[in-house]
């Protein structure tokens, strides 16, 4: 399956939508989207409404960008987390370093 972004910029801010999967094959496809795109000082807000997978490529991805933004002092927020998704996170611990809304 394929991952759809939908993104809108306004200022330092990104926000994308995602429909599909986060997997393998996927992930790099957003990491080139995070480098064209983002400013890692800035806000990126996630909605995972559309995304029914994240796999560990994903999560790498998402916690690789993560860290590059808090260095930053940037914000990284998502929205729309299913429950599979939220119930990795939880177990993960990484419920608690990601801003959930």
Not at 75 to 98: R, S
Request: charged share 25%.
């Amino acid at each position: 399956m394929e991952l759809e972004m939908l993104k809108k910029k306004e200022g330092n801010q990104l926000e994308i939508l995602l429909k599909g999967e986060l997997n393998t094959n996927t992930a790099p496809e957003l990491k080139a989207l995070f480098e064209e795109e983002l400013d890692v000082s800035g806000v990126l807000i996630l909605d995972f409404e559309g995304c029914d997978f994240v796999s560990s490529a994903g999560l790498r991805v998402l916690l690789s960008t993560f860290k590059n933004m808090k260095s930053a002092h940037g914000q990284m927020k998502f929205l729309n987390i299913g429950p599979n998704f939220h119930e990795v996170l939880y177990i993960t611990g990484l419920d608690a370093v990601f801003q959930i809304k």
